[in-house]
């Protein structure tokens, strides 16, 4: 058997996701739980709605903690102290211009589970961030994305803040 992809996340990343687990297992399960009750409390269940929602809301909380569980189980931690900020990898924040666009882009490298666009967080498995890892400043760096090749330029990494 192949072994398990390891899951790359920051310190901070595992913390996020250690205190998402214990909100979901601690107060959501009992959240839910007390719905479900109130829902079974107002009779035919058959055509409740309050009901089928809780129950869908209990489906979605037990499959994201199952989620979290596998995520940890095969986790390796990247400890921001032993990031090498002259080149580019995981828990790193960096800014590379774009020569497309003409315009500078700012953003960290995440592990997978990390990954949030809308908080300049990239994953390392992305195309771009794939392509950008083991890259120092000055460096040109060129990705290939369906028929687009895209060419960036690294202008600066920082140890993630």
Known sequence: MADAKKNILTYAGLQELEAELEDLKVNKRKEVAQKIKEAREQGDL??????????????????????????????EVVAESDIDDTKINVGCHIIIHDFEYDEDLEFSIVGSTQTNSLSGKISNESPLGHALIGHEVGDIVEV???????????LDIKKKK
Do not use: P
């Open 144 to 154: 290939e994305m369906g028929d687009t090749v895209s060419k960036y330029k690294v």
């Open 46 to 75: 058959s055509e409740n709605a309050e009901y089928d929602a809780a129950k869908d809301e209990q489906r979605d909380i037990e499959a994201r903690i199952e989620d979290i569980e596998k995520i940890l189980k095969n986790v």
